[in-house]
């Protein structure tokens, strides 16, 4: 059963950070690359940040040069480091393998406000 488990959201002040991480079971997570989501309400679910299985990373335009993505193999982990954050950056975000049929964590709310 695969599983992705997503923690770290939570009320910031504009400006600040936060890390998200994403522990994922039940596929081989060294071979697939992985994917942060977000959906703020009332919008469409959108694509943050992605990582390949090598390392090779992307990001929405909206959040280059603030946000960071990385993987851990050896923890089956993927992270997502936010700074600079802003109001607008407020939403759910979910973490994403982008394999098969698409696997998805239940989310975790990131809110910016002052």
């Known amino acids: 059963q695969v599983q992705l488990v997503e923690s770290g959201g939570g009320s910031v002040q504009p400006g600040g950070s936060l890390r998200l991480s994403c522990g994922v079971s039940g596929i081989m997570f060294s071979v697939v690359p992985m994917a942060w989501y977000r959906q703020a309400p009332g919008k469409r679910r959108e694509l943050v940040a992605s990582i390949s299985r090598g390392g090779s990373t992307s990001y929405a335009d909206s959040v280059k040069g603030r946000f960071t993505i990385s993987r851990d193999n050896a923890k089956n982990t993927v992270l997502l480091q936010m700074n600079s954050l802003k109001p607008e950056d407020t939403a759910v975000y979910y973490c994403?393998?982008?394999?098969?049929?698409?696997?998805w964590g239940q989310g975790t709310q990131v809110s910016v406000s002052s």
């Open positions: 994403n393998a982008p394999v098969g049929s698409g696997y």
